[in-house]
């Protein structure tokens, strides 16, 4: 299958090398507005712009051992790693793991690792839509420190136990926090539906408080309609809670739609800083998504907001066009 991956035989293990290059362009009838500031990915509006490149190398078979080696550029970068050195700002993934156990399956994962919180990711052609979604661009996408996995033999359940050393961030500031730690397991009671518990405690001993955080959501799959609630409550010194439904419908392998309606509240602004205060927000999208060719999606979704004049500068037209154009291999 061209492009789908490049190899590298070694005796034991084989290597695959994959990315994904994602453009798009956004539109607002409101000429004024250029930007989105409560997003990460997307985020910029007439205009367009890169939002990911990425280059993995994996091995594909593990055995005892796996890694994963992925650099990436793009405005999703610039803005998710903002407070990074430069030479960080370009690391996506970056971890080590050993298997513990020939029986089990038991790992020990050192490095800079996907995150374990939320259902959304940051690569588009893994989501619904071709924006994200709030609560996903405001909880990690990444995280660095120790991970411990295990998952059962019929796969109903895993389980995970880490030790981080932050929210989001590749640096560890000695002087500023105390390791933070999380879970998250998942677990299978019938075939065609998912149940996910995520949590994230930390303390932050310069300024004496601590941040509690847990996700939860549930993913029903039939046969062609996929359906995921949720639910993220956080603490730190006030209450951050956010809640969301997804659901996509696959018509073909090249055809499908997708729909979103979410409420995110954070009215002490501890998690969106950079907007007026009483940050609450109610916001719709309805989405279309096309496989051009093999390895080409295009994906268009039109995004309604509704929510205090003073959060969005663009409160006159609240409706946004969000398209993606997505070449992966």
Same mark, same amino acid.
């Given at each position: 299958?061209?492009?789908?991956?490049?190899?590298?035989?070694? $005796?034991?293990?084989?290597?695959?090398?994959?990315?994904?290059?994602?453009?798009?362009? $956004?539109?607002?009838?409101?000429?004024?507005?250029?930007?989105?500031?409560?997003?990460? +990915?997307?985020?910029?509006?007439? +205009?367009?712009?890169?939002?990911?490149?990425?280059?993995?190398?994996?091995?594909?078979?593990? +055995? $005892?051992?796996? =890694?994963?080696?992925?650099?990436?550029?793009?405005?999703?970068?610039? #803005? $998710?790693?903002?407070?990074?050195?430069?030479?960080?700002?370009?690391?996506?993934?970056?971890?080590?793991?050993?298997?513990?156990? #020939?029986?089990?399956?038991?790992?020990?994962?050192?490095?800079?690792?996907?995150?374990?919180?939320g259902y959304e990711a940051n690569y588009g052609k893994d989501n619904f839509l071709a924006s994200r979604s709030i609560t996903a661009d405001n909880t990690p996408y990444f995280e660095?420190?120790?991970?411990?996995?295990?998952?059962?033999?019929?796969?109903? =359940?895993?389980?995970?136990?880490?030790?981080?050393?932050?929210?989001?961030?590749?640096t560890y500031q000695i002087y500023e926090q105390f390791p933070a730690f999380g879970h998250q397991i998942t677990f299978k009671p019938h075939l065609n539906l998912t149940l996910n518990s995520s949590s994230y405690v930390s303390y932050i001993k310069n300024f004496g408080y601590s941040r509690l955080f847990h996700n939860f959501f549930m993913e029903l799959n039939l046969k062609k309609l996929k359906i995921v609630s949720g639910l993220d409550l956080g603490y730190q010194k006030n209450i951050w809670w956010s809640t969301y439904l997804l659901a996509q419908c696959v018509f073909n392998s090249s055809l499908s739609v997708a729909f979103r309606a979410e409420r995110y509240s954070d009215t002490h602004n501890i998690i969106i800083t950079n907007t007026s205060k009483n940050f609450d927000t109610f916001n719709t999208s309805l989405g279309l998504n096309y496989a051009l060719a093999q390895h080409f999606v295009l994906k268009s979704e039109c995004r309604y907001f509704i929510a205090n004049k003073d959060i969005f500068n663009f409160h006159a037209s609240p409706l946004t066009f969000f398209n993606t154009f997505i070449f992966y291999f």
């Amino acid at each position: 299958m061209f492009f789908s991956s490049i190899f590298c035989q070694t $005796n034991r293990n084989v290597f695959q090398i994959n990315g994904d290059i994602e453009l798009f362009y $956004n539109f607002n009838s409101d000429k004024k507005v250029t930007k989105i500031p409560f997003l990460v +990915s997307y985020n910029s509006i007439h +205009s367009l712009q890169i939002n990911l490149i990425r280059f993995s190398i994996t091995n594909s078979k593990p +055995s $005892n051992y796996r =890694f994963v080696t992925s650099f990436m550029s793009g405005t999703y970068a610039y #803005e $998710n790693l903002y407070n990074e050195m430069d030479l960080l700002k370009y690391i996506d993934r970056l971890y080590v793991g050993f298997k513990l156990s #020939e029986e089990k399956n038991s790992w020990i994962d050192v490095g800079v690792l996907p995150s374990h919180i939320g259902y959304e990711a940051n690569y588009g052609k893994d989501n619904f839509l071709a924006s994200r979604s709030i609560t996903a661009d405001n909880t990690p996408y990444f995280e660095t420190g120790i991970r411990y996995s295990y998952s059962s033999e019929n796969n109903k =359940f895993s389980f995970n136990l880490n030790i981080l050393n932050g929210w989001q961030n590749i640096t560890y500031q000695i002087y500023e926090q105390f390791p933070a730690f999380g879970h998250q397991i998942t677990f299978k009671p019938h075939l065609n539906l998912t149940l996910n518990s995520s949590s994230y405690v930390s303390y932050i001993k310069n300024f004496g408080y601590s941040r509690l955080f847990h996700n939860f959501f549930m993913e029903l799959n039939l046969k062609k309609l996929k359906i995921v609630s949720g639910l993220d409550l956080g603490y730190q010194k006030n209450i951050w809670w956010s809640t969301y439904l997804l659901a996509q419908c696959v018509f073909n392998s090249s055809l499908s739609v997708a729909f979103r309606a979410e409420r995110y509240s954070d009215t002490h602004n501890i998690i969106i800083t950079n907007t007026s205060k009483n940050f609450d927000t109610f916001n719709t999208s309805l989405g279309l998504n096309y496989a051009l060719a093999q390895h080409f999606v295009l994906k268009s979704e039109c995004r309604y907001f509704i929510a205090n004049k003073d959060i969005f500068n663009f409160h006159a037209s609240p409706l946004t066009f969000f398209n993606t154009f997505i070449f992966y291999f």
